[in-house]
């Protein structure tokens, strides 16, 4: 089974980009499809974006659609979540999660996930 730590979240200004990287340790990282979720002061956790095991199979969120885009290395045991154009709706805790049964917009799905971390977006 793998652990998951994100990095990357700060504090940006509306119109700017962040990068957030979840490393992966265990085994067989190349087994999982990977997803990224936040959830917002007060709100349930959402989907955000999903990658395959291959990195071939991709599906965003309509709401970051243009914005934000997920990329994976099998071999540095990987996956982003890059972050442009940022609005302050986009502030959220973000988590990086694994699912073995491949990619997945359904957060009940993924039986792995990391701490989080917090993204703010000011105006």
């Known amino acids: 089974q793998v652990q998951l730590q994100e990095s990357g979240g700060g504090l940006v200004q509306a119109g700017e980009s962040l990068r957030l990287s979840c490393v992966a340790s265990g085994t067989h990282f190349n087994w999982y499809g990977m997803g990224w979720f936040r959830q917002s002061p007060g709100k349930e956790r959402e989907f955000v974006a999903t990658?395959?095991?291959?990195?071939?199979?991709?599906e965003i969120a309509d709401s970051v659609k243009g914005r934000f885009t997920i990329f994976r290395d099998n071999i540095k045991n990987m996956v982003w979540l890059q972050m442009t154009s940022l609005k302050p709706e986009d502030t959220a805790v973000y988590y990086c999660?694994?699912?073995?049964?491949?990619?997945?917009?359904?957060?009940?799905?993924?039986?792995?996930w990391g701490q989080g971390t917090p993204v703010t977006v000011s105006s």
């Open positions: 999660a694994a699912n073995d049964a491949g990619p997945s917009r359904n957060q009940r799905d993924y039986t792995t």
């Open positions: 990658i395959g095991q291959s990195g071939r199979r991709i």
